[in-house]
Nanobody, 114 residues
């Protein structure tokens, strides 16, 4: 059974940075495309970025140039480095497999104040 534990969120001011982590068990992150998603208040969950088996990355437009997805194969962990944060980045952030999502974790709250 795949388990996903997100961490690293918090309250920051606009322009600051955060690094989110997703500890994964039950699957090997280097053998599946992994993604970060987010759910802003009162909105639907949306894709932020994904990283493929070969390390190719892809970002939704709002994340391009500011966010970086990566993984540590030894720790079986996926990361999301978020720079130049904006108030509109406020959301609960989740990770999951991209093609065959498993049960969602609890996510990690990111709040960006103006």
């Amino acid at each position: 059974q795949v388990q996903l534990v997100e961490s690293g969120g918090g309250l920051v001011q606009a322009g600051e940075s955060l690094r989110l982590s997703c500890a994964v068990t039950g699957t090997i992150v280097s053998r599946t495309t992994m993604a970060w998603y987010r759910q802003p208040p009162e909105k639907q969950r949306e894709l932020v970025a994904y990283i493929t088996v070969v390390g190719t990355t892809n970002y939704t437009d709002f994340a391009k140039g500011r966010f970086t997805i990566s993984r540590d194969n030894n720790k079986n962990t996926v990361f999301l480095q978020m720079n130049s944060l904006k108030p509109e980045d406020t959301a609960v952030y989740y990770c999951n497999r991209y093609y065959v999502p498993s049960t969602w974790g609890r996510g990690t709250q990111v709040t960006v104040s103006s």
